[in-house]
């Protein structure tokens, strides 16, 4: 074989390498996402960070987990927001107790511990902690969800309360 044949037939190994690294990194989002309760969010929040593609199990638990802290800070802007532009007194007790569900809940314990827990190895409390999270935000929903006309924040405790059962599901599956 010529230096330029062996040049090739390396070439050709790495690239057959990569694109069945791929596919089996795609296999496990697909995979991972079909054992939660919402394949369809688990796969696209998955496939539209970069850092899933290698990523293991606990990887995709940890980067959904990371998404629950994006969405819970978008959220407790939105609450801010709302509390900003209301004078209703029990408007404004039930967004500052949705404060309290996120700000002591979602961001204070339970997004911060489960990322520990995955990383220490251990799913079962990240688990837990995830299914907390799902309350948390189910509670905001619950005090806010009288609201003359509904709840404001139907859509930001939804985003929430879904993540946190595909992260819950996935820690799950943590070995």
Same mark, same amino acid.
């Given at each position: 074989?010529?230096?330029?044949?062996?040049?090739?037939?390396?070439?050709?190994?790495?690239?057959?390498?990569?694109?069945?690294? *791929?596919?089996?990194?795609?296999?496990?989002?697909? @995979?991972?996402?079909?054992?939660? #309760?919402?394949?369809?969010?688990?796969?696209?929040?998955?496939?539209?960070? #970069?850092?899933?593609?290698?990523?293991?199990?606990?990887?995709?638990?940890?980067?959904?987990?990371?998404?629950? @802290?994006?969405?819970?800070?978008?959220?407790? =802007?939105?609450? %801010?927001?709302?509390?900003? $532009?209301?004078?209703?007194? *029990?408007?404004?007790?039930?967004?500052?107790?949705?404060?309290?569900?996120?700000n002591n809940g979602?961001?204070?314990?339970?997004?911060i511990a489960a990322?520990?827990?995955? =990383?220490?190895?251990? #799913?079962?409390?990240?688990?837990?902690?995830?299914?907390?999270?799902?309350?948390n935000g189910r509670?905001?929903?619950?005090?806010?969800?009288?609201?003359?006309?509904?709840?404001?924040?139907? $859509?930001?405790?939804? %985003?929430?309360? =879904?993540? $946190?059962?595909?992260?819950?599901?996935?820690?799950?599956?943590? *070995?």
């Amino acid at each position: 074989m010529t230096s330029s044949s062996v040049f090739i037939v390396v070439c050709l190994m790495i690239y057959v390498s990569n694109t069945q690294m *791929k596919v089996s990194m795609a296999d496990l989002v697909d @995979n991972t996402c079909r054992q939660t #309760p919402n394949n369809v969010v688990c796969v696209e929040t998955l496939r539209a960070d #970069p850092g899933s593609a290698g990523a293991d199990v606990r990887g995709l638990a940890i980067i959904i987990v990371d998404k629950i @802290n994006e969405k819970g800070l978008a959220t407790v =802007e939105q609450i %801010n927001n709302l509390l900003a $532009s209301t004078k209703d007194p *029990k408007r404004m007790d039930a967004l500052r107790s949705c404060l309290r569900y996120y700000n002591n809940g979602v961001l204070g314990l339970d997004v911060i511990a489960a990322k520990q827990a995955l =990383e220490k190895g251990n #799913p079962i409390l990240a688990t837990q902690l995830m299914n907390d999270a799902a309350g948390n935000g189910r509670n905001c929903e619950d005090r806010v969800s009288t609201f003359e006309g509904g709840s404001p924040l139907t $859509s930001s405790n939804t %985003n929430v309360i =879904e993540l $946190s059962f595909i992260a819950a599901a996935i820690a799950r599956l943590v *070995k």
